[in-house]
């Protein structure tokens, strides 16, 4: 099984960045998947989710309303499209795989891809 996130990198406060996760190994569509991250010194946090359907989607507060997740089953593939993005959003971003479905937890999902670095300049 393999995530593999890919997309991060350096942008200024209220710019964009798309993150992209291909996972093979798995039958994507039977799964749930997350973004997750963790800045330094901090805990891992869920950022989004989305069921397999893509039908049901869920968001940390603080960015509801400028990221988005979506999947494509065809593609094996889900993103994050950040926008209006913010110094404190800067942390390595991580996608996971639950086949439970949903959950904000990270103990729940089943596989992870190693992360990409998003830094936020003000």
């Known amino acids: 099984v393999q995530l593999q996130a890919s997309g991060g990198g350096l942008v200024q406060a209220g710019g964009s960045l798309r993150l992209s996760c291909a996972a093979s190994?798995?039958?994507?569509?039977?799964?749930?998947m997350g973004w997750f991250r963790q800045a330094p010194g901090k805990e891992r946090e869920f950022v989004a989710g989305?069921?397999?359907?893509?039908?049901?989607?869920y968001y940390l507060d603080s960015v509801k309303g400028r990221f988005t997740i979506s999947r494509d089953n065809a593609k094996n593939t889900v993103y994050l499209q950040m926008n209006s993005l913010k110094p404190e959003d800067t942390a390595v971003h991580y996608c996971?795989?639950?086949?439970?479905?949903?959950?904000?937890?990270?103990?729940?999902?089943?596989?992870w891809g190693h992360g990409t670095h998003v830094t936020v300049s003000r």
């Open positions: 996971a795989a639950n086949y439970g479905g949903y959950s904000s937890s990270w103990s729940e999902y089943d596989y």
């Open positions: 190994g798995i039958t994507f569509s039977s799964y749930g």
């Open positions: 989305i069921l397999r359907s893509g039908n049901s989607i």
